[in-house]
């Protein structure tokens, strides 16, 4: 259950989060201006123990080793042809790597890296049932870190605005869309979830989030079908490291 239920307005999306809180357009405004919140409902996985980034390093798409902590960026699972299979944000925070993905590939995705661990120290949980994920845009988030319960267990900024290291673009960084865009995204506890939810911060939903999203060309998993290759999405700029192997087998 979405924690922004008591919103007046307030109508769920199937997953939970809001879709709207009947006003989508103007939602969209105040959240492209950094003046709402959106709840995104995302899926937690955490990895935990010391071979934690060289063993996601060696199995999916960006160069994880030495991550410093509380860097923010992407990777990518992919098959052996190159297609995607899963997709994750990434922050480390000194002991713990949080990886954000959708909601219904959350359980799946920590099924896979079950799998893979063999005999590194790596431990693997799906925690999307104890966190909710809020984002907004902006340096400075809408709501007061001092009226919250609890800090944020884990803050990740969206890497899309340029291309990353090791990555590649196919638009002029002038001309592209994603010039402007300061995601942010906390993982918060379901007690700071709710006291921002009990608070006066506008709030918009998650029609808002994906228009936001699309116009700045911004690839996601739900983008993806079984031939997507990240190429296609312009997933190269964030989520590959193409000085290392990037799939399966390679």
Same mark, same amino acid.
């Given at each position: 259950?979405?924690? =922004?239920? @008591?919103?007046?307005?307030?109508?769920?999306?199937?997953?939970?989060?809001?879709?709207? +809180? *009947? /006003?989508?357009?103007?939602?969209?405004?105040?959240?492209?201006? @950094?003046?709402?919140?959106?709840?995104?409902?995302? *899926?937690?996985?955490?990895? $935990?123990?010391?071979?934690?980034?060289?063993?996601? /390093?060696?199995?999916?798409?960006?160069?994880? $080793?030495?991550?410093?902590?509380?860097?923010?960026?992407?990777?990518?699972?992919?098959?052996?042809?190159?297609?995607?299979?899963?997709?994750?944000?990434?922050? #480390?925070?000194?002991?713990?790597?949080?990886?954000?993905?959708?909601?219904?590939?959350?359980?799946?995705? &920590?099924?896979?890296?079950?799998?893979?661990? +063999?005999?590194?120290?790596?431990?693997?949980?799906?925690?999307?049932?104890? +966190?909710?994920?809020?984002? %907004? +845009?902006?340096?400075?988030?809408? =709501? &007061?870190?001092?009226?919250?319960?609890?800090?944020?267990?884990?803050?990740?900024?969206?890497? %899309?605005?340029?291309?990353?290291?090791?990555?590649?673009?196919?638009? #002029?960084?002038? &001309?592209?869309?994603?010039?402007?865009?300061?995601?942010?995204?906390?993982?918060?506890?379901?007690?700071?979830?709710?006291?921002?939810?009990?608070?006066?911060?506008?709030?918009?939903?998650?029609?808002?989030?994906?228009?936001?999203?699309?116009?700045? %060309?911004?690839?996601?998993?739900?983008?993806?079908?079984?031939?997507?290759?990240?190429?296609?999405?312009? %997933?190269?700029?964030?989520?590959?490291?193409?000085?290392? @192997?990037?799939?399966? @087998?390679?």
């Amino acid at each position: 259950m979405s924690a =922004f239920a @008591g919103r007046a307005g307030f109508v769920a999306t199937e997953s939970g989060p809001a879709a709207h +809180f *009947g /006003n989508p357009l103007g939602e969209q405004r105040l959240l492209a201006r @950094g003046r709402a919140v959106v709840e995104l409902g995302l *899926g937690v996985v955490t990895v $935990t123990g010391p071979d934690r980034l060289s063993w996601l /390093n060696s199995i999916t798409s960006q160069l994880l $080793t030495g991550l410093a902590a509380g860097v923010s960026t992407e990777t990518l699972v992919l098959d052996q042809s190159g297609r995607v299979e899963h997709a994750a944000r990434v922050v #480390d925070d000194g002991s713990v790597a949080w990886l954000l993905t959708e909601p219904a590939d959350a359980a799946p995705l &920590a099924a896979w890296l079950d799998s893979m661990r +063999f005999m590194l120290r790596v431990e693997v949980a799906d925690r999307s049932a104890d +966190f909710a994920t809020i984002g %907004w +845009f902006g340096e400075s988030a809408p =709501f &007061a870190s001092t009226d919250l319960p609890e800090t944020p267990v884990a803050e990740w900024v969206d890497p %899309w605005a340029s291309v990353t290291p090791g990555g590649w673009g196919y638009a #002029d960084q002038e &001309a592209h869309p994603a010039s402007d865009w300061t995601l942010r995204i906390a993982v918060v506890t379901p007690g700071t979830a709710g006291a921002i939810a009990a608070s006066d911060e506008p709030v918009a939903g998650l029609l808002a989030y994906e228009a936001l999203r699309i116009a700045a %060309w911004r690839p996601s998993l739900s983008d993806v079908d079984e031939r997507t290759i990240p190429h296609e999405l312009d %997933w190269l700029r964030s989520a590959v490291h193409l000085s290392k @192997g990037c799939y399966r @087998g390679q």
